[in-house]
Nanobody, 114 residues
Framework: QVQLVESGGGSVQTGGSLRLSCAASGRTFSSYTMAWFRQAPGKEREMVARISTDGTLNYADSVKGRFTISRDNAKNTVYLQMNSLNPEDTAVYYC????????WGQGTQVTVSS
């Protein structure tokens, strides 16, 4: 089973930046399309950014131009650089394969205050 460990969350003010990391175990990481998801209180989990095996990037409209997803296959790690954060970005952020494995990591909390 691939383990997913997210880190890098925290509390920032509006306009701030954070860089999230997701370390995955296993030798087949490079063969997965990976994505970052988030879940805000009382809302369903949503995908915010995706990176395919060939490097194709996709973003939710709400984060386009502010977030950047990247991956380092040698380190089995996917990143999410988040700039110009606003309170609507407050959520627990998770990484997973696309389509998701049947489980999730613990996530990392991002809190943006106005």
């Amino acid at each position: 089973q691939v383990q997913l460990v997210e880190s890098g969350g925290g509390s920032v003010q509006t306009g701030g930046s954070l860089r999230l990391s997701c370390a995955a175990s296993g030798r087949t990481f490079s063969s997965y399309t990976m994505a970052w998801f988030r879940q805000a209180p009382g809302k369903e989990r949503e995908m915010v950014a995706r990176i395919s095996t060939d490097g194709t990037l996709n973003y939710a409209d709400s984060v386009k131009g502010r977030f950047t997803i990247s991956r380092d296959n040698a380190k089995n790690t996917v990143y999410l650089q988040m700039n110009s954060l606003n309170p609507e970005d407050t959520a627990v952020y998770y990484c997973n394969r696309v389509p998701p494995f049947g489980y999730w990591g613990q996530g990392t909390q991002v809190t943006v205050s106005s």
